[in-house]
């Protein structure tokens, strides 16, 4: 069922128009101040206006039996209430006493003079005995006679009303003190509530915004508040170290893609020089071209030393990925007059159409080292001579010898190199100007790069110069 449920989209750079904090905890608050004064108030109220209305009939009922003065009843069809009779203030305190038939006719009157109309008469006389009712602002008591005649007896309402109305008022200024002493109360509370709550908002908001460094603070908060703060800080923290473990994630995969990149290279470049020596000594036996004495006996000698060092490599290969480490360097006494030989021989199978000299003038075994790696260093020199270079200027290999150091020189005779690039020739990847176009565009841009680290291995340097003239 909960995967039924419509899932909203998380909102992104929006504003809420919400009631703010401070007004959702005060108007319902002072609502219900509101509203439970008012009920309370009617309470009140109805509560006092029986109450008084209790104790004005109790006095009604002792006014009832209080004798009353009687008088000769008027001419017919004259009322004694028609005209108003004179009272003073003692008069007016005194309750209305009146005796009437059943018709409303005034038969005897006491007390206070009667301020009811014909009409009014009629209407009380008509009221069943011990009824109490009010009649234009008097309190009436009606109780029946003898000989169907019937007493009233009323008290005037004024002071009930003055009462009930001071009543009212005392509880409207209380109510308003009172709402206004908790609108003051929960406004502050409110405020004092909001402040921190609005502060983390803000905080949150520019962590938000990509802001990881911002410091979530409440001034003034509550335990809740704080302990919020707290959580949302370690929150952005392990945020902060998540997103830098992936950052170094991704920068650790370029790091392994570009050194996968260029162990493919390496391997690439590593087979392709004994594969290219394998199709060159090839074609030139399918050409028919190993006819002088000796050629096809050195053609199948350098074939068997190039499958072997592409075996060797191979299990190098494996080994590393087995093992995580690279086989350890051979060091042996090399023969630099075989190796440039087998290079020189290696270049005329590949390039049978171009000129190949060599001056060779070292001792044997006048190096220590790897014969396969330095074999690969000279043949990357003339295999970049022989590409970049036209194909009828020719190509030297001179070697010559000091007490100390064997140095190994390939002179091409083609458009050189510009000064501005020989710094850069041996970097990984780095392909010269395109308009020194090669003969074949399968290189990797490698060769120099690997020639370099070999010579580098063997306590040697590698640079380029001008051929003179």
């Known amino acids: 069922r909960d995967s039924a449920r419509p899932r909203l989209p998380a909102p992104r750079g929006f504003r809420v128009r919400r009631m703010s904090l401070r007004r959702m905890l005060l108007l319902p608050v002072l609502a219900a101040i509101i509203v439970g004064f008012v009920a309370f108030a009617v309470a009140v109220d109805v509560s006092e206006r029986a109450l008084r209305l209790a104790e004005l009939d109790q006095e009604l009922a002792r006014a009832e039996l209080s004798p009353m003065r009687t008088v000769d009843p008027e001419p017919a069809g004259e009322s004694a209430t028609s005209t108003p009779r004179p009272t003073s203030e003692l008069a007016a305190d005194l309750p209305v006493q009146l005796t009437l038939t059943q018709a409303g006719a005034v038969v005897a009157t006491g007390g206070a003079a009667s301020p009811f109309?014909?009409?009014?008469?009629?209407e009380i006389a008509a009221q069943p005995s011990g009824t109490t009712f009010n009649v234009?602002?008097?309190?009436?008591?009606?109780?029946?006679?003898?000989?169907?005649?019937v007493r009233v007896t009323a008290l005037s309402l004024s002071g009930f009303e003055a009462a009930i109305a001071a009543l009212r008022g005392t509880l409207a200024l209380?109510?308003?003190?009172?709402?206004?002493?908790?609108?003051?109360?929960?406004?502050?509370?409110?405020?004092?509530?909001?402040?921190?709550?609005?502060?983390?908002?803000?905080?949150?908001?520019?962590?938000?915004?990509?802001?990881?460094?911002?410091?979530?603070?409440?001034?003034g908060g509550s335990r809740e508040v704080t302990m919020l703060t707290h959580d949302v800080g370690r929150m952005v923290a392990r945020l902060r170290a998540?997103?830098?473990?992936?950052?170094?994630?991704?920068?650790?995969?370029?790091?392994?893609?570009?050194?996968?990149?260029?162990?493919?290279a390496d391997v690439a470049h590593e087979v392709r020089t004994p594969l290219t020596a394998l199709r060159g000594y090839s074609e030139l036996y399918q050409r028919?071209?190993?006819t002088e004495t000796g050629a096809l006996d050195r053609a199948m000698t350098r074939i068997g030393e190039e499958s072997a060092r592409l075996h060797l490599l191979v299990d190098s290969i494996l080994q590393t990925a087995r093992t995580g480490d690279a086989p350890a360097a051979v060091r042996e006494p090399v023969e630099i007059a075989r190796v440039i030989r087998n290079v020189v021989d290696d270049l005329r199978a590949a390039f049978p159409g171009r000129r190949i000299d060599e001056r060779?003038?070292?001792?044997?075994?006048?190096?220590?080292?790897?014969?396969?790696?330095l074999h690969q260093a000279v043949l990357n020199l003339g295999a970049n001579a022989c590409r970049h270079s036209p194909?009828?200027?020719?190509?030297?290999?001179?070697?010559?010898a000091s007490t100390d150091r064997v140095i190994i020189r390939v002179i091409d005779h083609g458009p050189g190199i510009p000064e501005s690039e020989r710094d850069k020739i041996f970097l990984p990847f780095y392909r010269s100007d395109p308009a020194r176009a090669r003969l074949d565009r399968d290189g990797a841009g490698l060769g120099l790069t690997v020639t370099e680290q070999i010579v580098f291995e063997h306590d040697g340097r590698v640079s380029v110069s001008e051929t003179p003239g």
């Open 117 to 122: 109309s014909l009409d009014e008469l009629a």
């Open 136 to 149: 234009n602002g008097y309190r009436v008591l009606v109780t029946a006679l003898p000989e169907t005649l």
């Open 242 to 264: 998540a997103l830098a473990e992936r950052e170094q994630s991704a920068a650790d995969a370029t790091r392994a893609r570009d050194d996968l990149r260029r162990l493919l």
């Open 174 to 219: 209380g109510g308003l003190v009172i709402v206004s002493i908790e609108a003051v109360v929960v406004w502050v509370l409110a405020r004092r509530i909001a402040t921190p709550i609005a502060a983390v908002s803000a905080g949150v908001s520019r962590i938000a915004d990509g802001e990881l460094d911002t410091a979530v603070w409440a001034p």
């Open 288 to 290: 028919g071209m190993l």
């Open 360 to 373: 060779v003038d070292v001792p044997d075994r006048s190096l220590v080292g790897d014969r396969a790696q």
């Open 391 to 400: 194909a009828d200027s020719p190509i030297t290999f001179e070697a010559t």
